[in-house]
């Protein structure tokens, strides 16, 4: 589908910072009266108060126009118009489209800060159109830009990467109910693909080094393990913190 250079403006009103204060109450229920048509709304990650408008139906490649009227931080196309989506866009390909980008390098360079050591992941691999999703403990080579996993040799995910090497993982740190603290979340979703490394492959011994065994020895490690190579083919990076300095906080990092 070919992108919109212009949409019409999205009928969303910010109306003011939710505090206790009698002021901002007042002037959100005048501006809701105002816009009966409209749904108030608090964007609670934000704490903003906005009247929410029924907007134009949107492709989901389109992007918005310059002239866009303002809205919450926090909210997106969907709360607003009706939107339909597909394999070439989709929600977190609109999120890269309409906000401020980052260079690839500097997307890049968040990444590596995101990932300093051996971190966990959920590694999905597929079997006859059926996923399955294990964590494993992964290594960024920041240098060749792939990442390491050593598994078991015989292991279920290494019989499907062998059969089918597509792969997608996913890293997450950030706020939960349960530990409470600041509501910030970080994340790198990737989709790539996978190879199995034997230990009788040359690359194998410099691979596990760069893993950085913790459990046993590098001679156990020889007969007992396979290595998994992840190759990303893109990286999303999300990061809220990116939204006070006004950046999108889906950040799209793609291997050239």
């Not at 048509?37 to 492709?59: C, F, H, N, S, Y």
């Not at 690359?203 to 007992?224: G, M, T, W």
């Not at 290595?227 to 999300?238: D, N």
Request: glycine share 6%.
């Amino acid at each position: 589908m070919g992108r919109l250079s212009s949409i019409l403006p999205l009928t969303v009103l910010a109306i003011a910072v939710a505090t206790p204060s009698s002021r901002a109450a007042e002037g959100a229920s005048q501006a809701v009266a105002a816009k009966p048509a409209g749904q108030a709304a608090e964007a609670i990650e934000t704490g903003l108060l906005a009247a929410i408008v029924e907007g134009p139906k949107l492709k989901s490649d389109q992007v918005k126009s310059a002239n866009h009227r303002a809205y919450g931080r926090g909210m997106t196309c969907a709360e607003c118009h009706t939107t339909t989506y597909d394999f070439v866009s989709t929600a977190s390909k609109q999120f890269v489209n309409n906000f401020p980008q980052l260079s690839q390098e500097e997307i890049w360079n968040r990444i590596v800060a995101l990932l300093p050591g051996r971190e966990r992941f959920v590694l999905a691999s597929v079997h006859n159109n059926q996923p399955t999703a294990t964590t494993v403990d992964m290594v960024l080579d920041k240098d060749e830009r792939v990442l390491y996993v050593v598994s078991e040799v015989g292991s279920e995910k290494l019989l499907e990467i062998r059969e089918n090497p597509a792969i997608s993982a996913a890293h997450f740190l950030g706020w939960t109910v349960a530990e409470g603290g600041a509501k910030e979340w970080k994340s790198v979703q990737i989709k790539g693909t996978a190879e199995v490394i034997p230990s009788s492959d040359p690359r194998f011994y410099p691979a596990l080094i760069k893993y950085n065994l913790v459990r046993i020895s590098q001679e156990r490690a020889l007969r007992r393990f396979d290595l998994i190579r992840v190759t990303p083919k893109q990286i999303y990076y999300f990061d809220t913190t990116l939204g006070a300095e006004h950046k999108g906080i889906y950040q799209l990092w793609k291997r050239q």
